[in-house]
């Protein structure tokens, strides 16, 4: 079992930036592409970023592609989603997820994940 940690979220101001974590502990493979979602009140979860095991590759979503930018650092099994210039239709529940697979795969769907953490809320207020 993979267990997925969130953290780093928080009320910032519209323009602000802040920067997510997420954790990786227990029986974590070698090459799991990380990923991002949200999830707004009322509204279904949302792909925002991902990144392969080998950093090598990464994807965003086109409403937050430029403004956000995802990372990891294997060696502390920790990705991060750095959020510049939020807005606030940025404000949902962030969630992290992992799934095993080889070294430069990503994955946007979010069936494709098999590990889930349990979100960390942004709120961006106007």
């Known amino acids: 079992q993979v267990q997925l940690e969130e953290s780093g979220g928080g009320v910032v101001q519209a323009g602000d930036s802040l920067r997510l974590s997420c954790a990786a502990s227990?029986?974590?493979?070698?090459?799991?592409?990380m990923g991002w979602f949200r999830q707004a009140p009322g509204k279904e979860r949302e792909f925002v970023a991902t990144?392969?095991?080998?950093?090598?590759?990464?994807y965003y979503a086109d409403t937050v592609k430029g403004r956000f930018t995802i990372t990891r650092d294997n060696a502390k099994n920790t990705v991060y989603l750095q959020m510049d210039s939020l807005k606030p239709e940025d404000t949902a529940v962030y969630y992290c997820?992992?799934?095993?697979?080889?070294?430069?795969?990503?994955?946007?769907?979010?069936?494709?994940?098999?590990?889930w953490g349990q979100g960390t809320q942004v709120t961006v207020s106007s």
């Open positions: 997820a992992a799934q095993t697979s080889t070294r430069n795969a990503i994955f946007i769907r979010g069936y494709e994940y098999r590990y």
């Open positions: 990144i392969s095991w080998s950093g090598g590759s990464t």
């Open positions: 227990g029986r974590t493979a070698r090459f799991d592409a």
